[in-house]
């Protein structure tokens, strides 16, 4: 596609309750990245795909938290048993590493995530 | 640590020119980035920085010192428009690909 697109754009659920967003990279990006905005604050990175790498879940807050990118191309993040703590935009940025010289990330729109 | 400071707020006038300071602490680098990010939408990238220098594209500049561990974004001929939160984010802090974030200068262009 033209962008990095996400699904669903908002999304309220229920504490305890387990929740998949979706992430489409652009066509032809081998790298994948999952951050997260809180309210007021900077973007926090969750989780890392490279190509067949192992991803890099060094950010990943809890083990409430995981995703996995089938095909090398669309991306899920899992939350489970959610708490009112993960309230918070999830975006999604991908590129291609490697090409260009350098790292630009492009975003998708994100997820807004509430936490009832 | 990784640690990435920019002030959380800043106010400039219309057709003046704003200096945005980013000062960065990392174990690792790989270059600077900088993205602007209006409210209620993604980020978009504004500069990379992998050299000491300034780097400039229209009204917008991005300078870098290594040694410094500094940078500035420079935005001149302000508009209403500019009106946005700046993030500074450092490539390759802690190894890897990932970008390391400051939390964001909140920028109000007023008339």
């Known amino acids: 596609g033209a962008g990095v697109s996400q699904s669903p754009s908002n999304k309220v659920t229920e504490k305890g309750k387990d929740v998949e967003l979706r992430c489409d990279p652009i066509?032809?990006?081998?790298?994948l990245y999952w951050y997260r905005q809180s309210l007021g604050q900077g973007l926090e990175f969750l989780i890392y795909?490279?190509?067949?790498?192992?991803?890099?879940k060094s950010g990943l807050p809890s083990d409430r938290f995981s995703a996995e990118r089938t095909g090398g191309s669309v991306s899920t993040l899992t939350i489970q048993r959610t708490q009112q703590e993960d309230s918070a935009v999830y975006l999604c940025?991908?590129?291609?590493?490697?090409?260009?010289?350098?790292?630009?990330?492009?975003f998708g729109p994100g997820t807004r995530l509430t936490v009832l | 640590g990784q640690n990435i400071d920019q002030p959380t707020e800043m106010t400039a006038t219309e057709g003046a020119i704003v200096q945005i300071n980013c000062t960065y602490q990392t174990s690792g680098f790989n270059g600077l980035f900088w993205y602007q990010q209006h409210a209620g939408e993604a980020p978009t990238f504004l500069s990379y920085n992998v050299l000491d220098g300034l780097e400039e594209k229209g009204r917008f500049s991005s300078f870098l010192s290594r040694s410094k561990g500094y940078s500035y974004l420079l935005l001149k001929e302000l508009q209403m428009k500019d009106s946005a939160s700046y993030l500074c984010?450092?490539?390759?802090?802690?190894?890897?690909?990932?970008?390391?974030f400051g939390t964001g200068t909140q920028l109000k262009v007023e008339l």
């Open positions: 066509s032809g990006h081998t790298a």
């Open positions: 795909f490279q190509g067949n790498s192992a991803p890099d």
């Open positions: 984010a450092v490539w390759g802090s802690g190894g890897g690909n990932k970008l390391t």
């Open positions: 940025a991908s590129n291609r590493i490697g090409q260009g010289g350098y790292n630009e990330q492009f």
